[in-house]
């Protein structure tokens, strides 16, 4: 039985929780995978304080790094971050929970357009109706992250309506890097990982891993799985602050789509990661990837999300849950 889990995942030191605060502070809380090189570009780049400057504000940036949008969405809630980065499923559920109230939430902007893999070691799987009970499929939160429910939408489209859930008692709650390594290690339960880059590719480069689906496959083409989001609240109480992410954010993926070489290295560099810096410049580089703050098919999921009942209310438009410096976008 692996031993780490979700609690075993750090973050960031020096965040605490602390009350709505003046202009010039923002705390932001990423997660694994090469759709957070924005993030990172932000960082090295320091394109906040960059923007801020412009603005006439000395921002202090704090980044915080976590597994899972339960826990993205609990630092959020609890004050102990301004600006999260999560999957559309737990966005969708804390967006619909907090509807109408002093914490409620939505979208600045995606993380860009890319698949996620299911990928397997066991060469007895070609399709999900082959998993058995020995199975696990190791995903970022068990029946919340946008993997689970990629992976739910993926049960009812083979095996019937209400059917969404079949596979859910052999998913297991692990972050991207350790379901990896458990995966390619061959001597763990982990025999399956619902995945994102550069680890699905790392994992696929061996060949006794494949490939059993692809969240474009699922869903009928390119998605955004993940996205940036904060309250209400603080857009309203810090406008300049909230600007200068926002121009940044924006800059910082334009940057990504140009400069590939460029933020592979930063990608590497930033995640102390041992992977080649030339593999994770051809992951940026797949064609099926596409670098944009404009959502792509979320109302797919919030759709999906309603007629299962995980959210009470279905939104008539994707622009419902995003802040409205996105709705000149040709979204979905």
Do not use: C
Request: zero cysteines.
């Amino acid at each position: 039985m692996l031993k780490k889990t979700l609690a075993a995942v750090v973050i960031a030191a020096g965040l605490a929780a602390a009350p709505a605060h003046a202009e010039g502070t923002i705390r932001i809380v990423e997660q694994f995978g090469t759709l957070y090189t924005p993030f990172h570009v932000m960082k090295e780049q320091k394109l906040v304080e960059k923007h801020g400057k412009a603005l006439g504000l000395d921002i202090k940036v704090e980044w915080a790094k976590l597994s899972g949008g339960s826990a993205v969405n609990d630092a959020l809630l609890s004050g102990n971050v301004d600006v999260a980065g999560a999957g559309i499923g737990p966005f969708l559920t804390l967006w619909d929970r907090t509807r109408g109230t002093a914490q409620e939430v939505k979208i600045i902007g995606a993380l860009g357009a890319q698949p996620n893999y299911l990928v397997t070691n066991n060469p007895n799987v070609k399709t999900i109706k082959d998993f058995t009970k020995a199975d696990k499929i190791a995903l970022p939160a068990v029946g919340v992250s946008v993997q689970a429910r990629v992976l739910q939408i993926a049960a009812q489209q083979a095996f019937g309506p209400g059917k969404e859930k079949q596979l859910d008692d052999i998913t297991i709650t692990l972050p991207h890097p350790d379901a990896t390594a458990a995966l390619l290690s061959g001597s763990t339960e982990i025999t399956a990982h619902l995945s994102n880059a550069p680890f699905q590719d790392q994992a696929l480069a061996d060949p006794k891993i494949h490939k059993v689906l692809s969240s474009y496959d699922v869903l009928g083409g390119p998605v955004t799985p993940t996205f940036v989001y904060s309250t209400v609240r603080f857009k309203a109480e810090n406008p300049k602050t909230y600007k200068a992410f926002f121009d940044a954010f924006r800059e910082a993926t334009a940057w990504v789509d140009t400069h590939k070489s460029e933020a592979a290295a930063i990608y590497v560099k930033a995640e102390k990661s041992k992977l080649d810096p030339a593999f994770v410049e051809k992951v940026l580089s797949d064609p099926d990837v596409k670098y944009t703050l404009t959502p792509l098919g979320s109302q797919k999921f919030a759709n999906f999300l309603a007629d299962i009942k995980a959210i009470k209310t279905r939104p008539a438009s994707w622009k419902d849950y995003t802040f409205d410096d996105l709705h000149n976008d040709q979204g979905s």
